[in-house]
């Protein structure tokens, strides 16, 4: 591993620097997009469990569509086509973002709205798995629709679902790494970069793939604090957990 | 900007070898991941402490790394691999579609092996019991009556796992393949139509995959019924 800390060829820096600024980009991204996914699927998946009108439909139709379209092709959506589709000054100002804005931002959006159309049916699932007692309940009490989402069917459908929001939580990590095909420099990226200038291939892909790994791990860590941190005694049994 | 739909007229031949090399690698990634899955597996139930190990090791690994990362370790170790098995250590060139092929069964197993290791689970014990009472031996008892069981109670999963795994196959445009996003690439560049080819692209991804768990919903509806 000594070819961290051999100089690059712009000669100020180490590859050690370039792998952490690679990991700076994919944890930015990452989490960025995470929260979006987070605000726009709870929004989403509630939606889909409206009764009737027009809500139920159009998150249906958000669904389908970012889930059936591959991240990539979807990536150069936001990239190359929008910017077209969009008036031309709008468009020309998008493009002319400096880099790695240009590429950050869209792959930011892309990821986060991606990403939140797999959570807003895990949401969907969690509430829809409540007994319909609870909305009962709930509006016997005077909860109006948007008290007892907030304060009774959300907390509980969440708790539900934290397992595979977990598992969602870790793949946002690992789809990062499609940002590259659009000029992003995350670890992914990095590392063939550091391959092309040196060819230590073992070297190059080894440590990002130790860095991914070491990622995986702190996440499901975290996930899982957050398990028990929010765990209810009387919830355990209730969902069939051991 | 005006979409002009003569360029994807033109550039249908072209896309029609891109989407047959997308379903090609689909159908190996498919028939390969789930051989190795399987036996992933089995092996992560075996008893053998070693082989549990190994294998879980591997799934972890592969389920931990970007696709990305996988078929750039495979593009650049697999020419390296054949030469020292066959050359005496000197690489050998390898055309993008084996590393390709080599890439998505290596790297789908582990999803596949997870979900089949999901159905053995979903077998109660006493189909094991009475796999011993019948004096079938261990590979009896796993073809003919436990392995049908696991595949038939996680169908559905695995079908999805299929369409991620169908929409998966775009990421080998790092190696500039000639997959449907590939073929559709190289047009874009060439005649400066990025808008048209990107749009088509998705709605060709969009149908398949929207059919495809259109299907999905109806077989385990389908299934969930004949359980009951």
């Known amino acids: 591993m000594s070819l961290l800390f051999e100089t690059t060829p712009d000669g100020v820096s180490r590859y050690f620097d370039w792998i952490l600024n690679g990991l700076c980009w994919t944890l930015s991204l990452a989490l960025g997009a995470w929260t979006i996914a987070l605000i726009v699927g709870t929004l989403v998946g509630v939606a889909r469990t409206l009764p009737g009108g027009i809500w139920p439909r159009f998150g249906r139709i958000y669904v389908e569509t970012f889930r059936n379209i591959p991240l990539l092709v979807q990536m150069f959506f936001w990239y190359f086509v929008l910017p077209e589709l969009l008036p031309q000054r709008i468009g020309l100002a998008i493009k002319q973002m400096d880099p790695p804005w240009g590429s950050f931002v869209p792959a930011l959006i892309c990821l986060g709205l991606f990403t939140a159309a797999r959570i807003a049916e895990q949401v969907r699932a969690g509430v829809q798995a409540l007994p319909a007692g609870q909305r009962a309940a709930a509006s016997a009490l005077g909860f109006g629709r948007i008290g007892m989402y907030r304060l009774v069917l959300l907390p509980q459908a969440f708790r539900i679902i934290l397992p595979t929001l977990t598992n969602e939580f870790m793949t946002i990590f690992k789809n990062t790494s499609v940002a590259l095909t659009i000029g992003l420099v995350e670890l992914t990226a990095t590392a063939r970069e550091i391959n092309e200038n040196t060819f230590r291939t073992f070297e190059a892909f080894g440590v990002v793939t130790i860095v991914y790994l070491v990622i995986a791990l702190l996440a499901w860590q975290l996930m899982h604090r957050i398990e028990r941190a929010v765990q209810l005694p009387s919830f355990v049994s209730g969902s069939g957990r051991k | ?228």
């Open chain 2, 1 to 228: 900007m005006m979409v002009d739909l003569s360029a994807i007229v033109s550039a249908a031949p072209f896309l029609l070898t891109g989407l047959l090399f997308t379903l090609q690698i689909t159908l190996v990634g498919v028939a390969g991941g789930i051989v190795f899955g399987s036996l992933l597996a089995v092996a992560r139930l075996s008893q053998n402490r070693l082989l549990s190990t190994l294998a879980t090791a591997y799934v972890n690994l592969m389920r931990s790394i970007p696709l990305i990362l996988v078929i750039f370790w495979v593009f650049f170790l697999v020419p390296w691999a054949i030469g020292w098995l066959t050359n005496g250590g000197r690489p050998v060139a390898v055309g993008a579609s084996l590393t390709i092929y080599v890439t998505f069964v290596l790297f789908e197993a582990a999803y596949y092996a997870e979900i089949v290791r999901a159905g053995f689970r979903s077998i109660s014990t006493g189909q094991y019991a009475a796999c011993d009472a019948l004096g079938l031996s261990k590979l009896q008892a796993y073809i003919y009556v436990l392995f049908p069981q696991a595949l038939l109670s996680v169908l559905p999963i695995l079908l999805t796992q299929t369409i991620v795994l169908f929409q998966d196959t775009s990421l080998v445009y790092v190696i500039s393949a000639t997959d449907l996003l590939g073929a559709a690439t190289k047009i874009a560049q060439r005649d400066g139509r990025l808008v048209e080819m990107y749009l088509i692209v998705g709605v060709i991804y969009f149908l398949f995959c929207y059919a495809a768990s259109q299907f999905v919903k109806r077989l385990q509806g389908r299934l969930a019924y004949g359980v009951r």
